[in-house]
């Protein structure tokens, strides 16, 4: 099967507006290791859906993107058991705590410090999340990174 470049994937090419939507499924799946053990399985399984299907559409997507990086995705369940996704952008505090070089966000964020950010790669983290942010421009994409970065005990200098 053909999948189309981009973002947006559909289970069966046809009139998607026609069909009956059923519900949504949110889940972070890791990039290209999609597999159909928990959470993906059963979160599928309950609507019907072809779980495997989902895991070789999810991973042929995610081919070009770092192995492992939690990418959110939004998939839609049709009544005749097919279903579309949306992949959305990396959890920006996945993003902040790699240019940080940290694995792990402080316990304590207001007293203790773990890291710290650059404003320039406050910017370069907005960039990559600036289709899934709703700032007006850039440098409120900025502020609310600094604002994440801050929950987690990194201090952004600049902002």
């Keep these: 099967m053909l999948v189309p470049a981009g973002r947006y994937y559909s289970s069966k090419i046809g009139a998607i507006m026609a069909k009956k ?23 599928l399984g309950q609507r019907g859906l072809n779980i495997m299907e989902f895991c070789k559409a999810f991973n042929a997507q995610t081919q070009g993107q770092e192995p492992g990086m939690p990418i959110p995705v939004v998939i839609t369940a ?42 320039a790669q406050a910017e370069e983290i907005a960039k990559i999340k600036q289709p899934d942010l709703t700032a007006a421009d850039m440098d409120a994409a900025v502020r609310i990174i ?8 990194i201090t952004v200098e600049g902002v």
């Design 21 to 43: 939507i059923i519900g949504f499924i949110k889940l972070q799946v890791p990039a290209g290791k999609a597999n159909p053990s928990p959470p993906i399985g059963p979160a």
């Design 146 to 153: 600094a604002g994440s970065a801050r929950s987690i005990g």
């Design 78 to 119: 049709f009544a005749d058991k097919s279903f579309t996704f949306v992949m959305k952008t990396p959890p920006a505090t996945y993003l902040i705590k790699k240019f940080a070089g940290i694995t792990k966000g402080s316990p304590t964020p207001h007293t203790t410090k773990v890291g710290k950010l650059t404003r």
